[in-house]
């Protein structure tokens, strides 16, 4: 239980510094002042000076922020200009005073850089682990007590090469040559654990129970294990990031066009409770298996960031977007009444997912839909 907490933790924390890590140093490159870099949320611990900028460890391990000269509020500053105490020599470093391009560099600098951990994450995995891939190969996944295949002596993990001297590379064709011999002896060839192989014959039963197949097993295809060059692993990671972020968009779509023309409430939906019973299971699991979940969470967090919702990345970035196109920005009342409003939403959502997290604990029910 410790160990999960402290994982969990541990995750959060590394994808939210990551996130505000890319705000700081796309700030820091475009010269815009940087006030205050700081990791955990406050209170604050202690902190130091380095420049004109205070780095800081607060006492809420989980996170960091990063507070930038003349922010909005929503953006973990404070909404300053002329009249709010920015001196004219300073106006030019402050963020709302940097031209449109600058500040959308600075807003999705964040969701870039919970990608490119996500990419990194996945190659990693690449190279040093391995992805499995679907082989062409029918493999014996389970033998029923009793049953024909039992018998004739066939065993879990057995691999089917053939049947009645034609080649099987899907479960599907096994099935129907099994179908069309009911009652008639057929001729597997089949290859063993060891990579032995041998001819196994079996007599598909005509009559059999409505739980089981005619020869009694369970079918699936053979898994491979193919590890990729370093070299190769960084573009075939980005693919694959680039697939599950597609993935999880349109999964998103769905579920809110379900939730808005038919009512169904969304399944599998986690929040902080779900997602710290998830870490546990992948703890169990192994190290790698945790990586793999902080990818996948790297990139969920970039596509909600990325959202045109008030209060997120997305929002203020569509704000720029229409001062972009109507060439005025929007007035700082009103957008500062968007994001607190956005934000308000948020943590709603947040406490109800939560709340159906905790009826989930204490009812035995699973994190994710069966």
């Known amino acids: 239980m410790l160990v999960t907490i402290l994982v969990f933790i541990a995750i959060l924390s590394v994808l939210v510094l990551v996130h505000e890590l890319g705000h700081f140093l796309v700030a820091k490159k475009l010269g815009i002042k940087v006030e205050e870099f700081g990791f955990g949320l406050p209170p604050k611990a202690l902190s130091f000076k380095k420049g004109e900028t205070v780095y800081s460890i607060n006492w809420l391990p989980i996170g960091g922020f990063v507070k930038l000269y003349g922010e909005d509020e929503a953006g973990s500053g404070k909404i300053q200009n002329s009249k ?87 479960p599907g064709q096994l099935i129907l040559i099994t179908k069309e011999n009911l ?58 990031a680039l697939q599950t972020s597609w993935l999880i968009v349109s999964g998103l779509f769905s579920m809110l066009y379900q939730f808005i023309f038919h009512g169904i409430t969304p399944k599998g939906v986690a929040g902080p409770v779900g997602i710290a019973q998830l870490t546990g299971q992948f703890v169990q699991i192994g190290p790698y298996a945790v990586l793999s979940f902080v990818s996948m969470l790297s990139l969920n967090l970039a596509i909600l960031n990325i959202l045109p919702f008030p209060a997120l990345d997305g929002g203020r970035l569509a704000f720029i977007l229409v001062e972009v196109i109507f060439g005025k920005k929007v007035s700082i009342k009103y957008e500062s009444y968007a994001h607190a409003a956005g934000m308000a939403l948020l943590i709603g959502l947040i406490l109800l997912v939560t709340i159906n997290d905790l009826i989930r604990v204490f009812t035995g029910q699973p994190i994710l839909p069966k």
């Open 183 to 240: 009652g008639k002896e057929i001729a597997l060839k089949i290859k063993d654990k060891d990579a032995k192989e041998k001819e196994v014959r079996v007599t598909p039963r005509k009559t059999y129970p409505s739980n089981e197949g005619p020869m009694g097993v369970s079918l699936s295809l053979s898994y491979k294990i193919i590890k990729y060059p370093w070299y190769q692993a960084p573009f075939l990671g980005t693919l694959e």
């Open 84 to 170: 709010f105490k920015i001196q004219n020599s300073d106006k030019h470093r402050a963020f709302f005073a940097r031209p449109a391009w600058q500040r959308i560099l600075v807003v999705t600098a964040g969701v870039v850089m919970n990608f490119l951990l996500a990419v990194v994450i996945i190659s990693f995995l690449f190279s040093a682990v391995g992805v499995s891939i679907p082989g062409d190969k029918v493999t014996i996944s389970n033998v029923l007590k009793n049953s024909p295949a039992e018998k004739s002596g066939l065993k879990i993990g057995d691999i089917v090469e053939s049947v009645n001297g034609k080649e099987v590379k899907e």
